[in-house]
């Protein structure tokens, strides 16, 4: 019975020879980057290991990076994180596919951590396959990863002791110096148009044409106009409803002063008178000549008054008195309104 037992015992507490599993492809891209950088590391060509007697080994991936700060996750690699990328048991089950494992490096510019599923996830955690194996969430956007030389391994350990290893790839990694932060990029909402117009380096259709592409509506440019006091009842010329008043003013003062004149029909030749011919004796009888004259007022009658009419000289004076006046009218609005203004704003 003791016989028995014992190769068993001995068969426990053997350890297997992991120099002889072989090794794998390995790539890692980029090899260098400030902290927060994506990084990412793809094994192929993974041996079969699924006749390998017990005690079983796994392959392991070292990464130091939390070194830096201080383990952060539980591990069993002397302080360092390692995680299992293909054991035993997907060798049995016939998982060879390639593993790719991704992470960013620990960064102040990483956005914040998420939760999804009821867990805090970061950037930073380690995925392989699409498989969380390490979360950093308390990590991941606190720290700047420190510039350096970093090794990333890659080796056979066994499932029970992967401090006991054996490294059969190496990769570097350096972590270069942060880049400085990018000023914040303020949305021109239309003050640097508004400032260009008010110095006078565009004009005013410019001034239009670039606040109507940043969208604004014609009553906002109006306002914005008003603002820097350049609209046009502010610069002492009346307001479009004035200049509308004005314009009617003037066109009924035009009608007043020349009404239509009705048009009379004249015949286009003057009367015509015949004298009558007087018989004169067979002896004396001449041709009378036939003599069209028009027709003379009576000199025994009194001259009639001449109705005084307006010369067209004078009407025309009277227009432009009216339309003068309704000018001046205008500007007196104007420039009262623009004093109210000014005056508002120097009390303001």
Known sequence: MGLIVLPLLNSAGATSDVSTLGSPSVTISPISGPPGTPITITVSNIPDISKEAYPYSDLYIYLPFS???????????????????????????????ARTVTFTLFGTINPNPVYLNGQENSVCDVVVNGKTDARYSTLCNTKDQPPGTYDIKLGWAEENAPQINHIVQTMQFVVTQSLPTPPTQVAD????????????QITQAEFESKLTALGWNQNEIRQALGTIGKLPQQLGAPAPDQMQQIQQGIQKAYQQANPIPVQITQPATPVQTTKPVIPVQPAQQVTQVQTTQPILPDQTQQPQQPQVQDSPMQKNSWTMIAILASIAAAVAIGGSLFTIKRTRKVTN
Do not use: K, L, R
């Open 189 to 200: 909402n239309g003050n640097s148009v508004i400032q260009a117009y008010q110095n006078g």
């Open 67 to 97: 070194e830096s700060f201080g383990s952060t996750v539980q591990s069993q690699c002397g302080g360092g994180d390692c995680f299992p990328i293909y054991t035993h048991y997907d060798a049995v089950n016939h998982d060879f596919a």
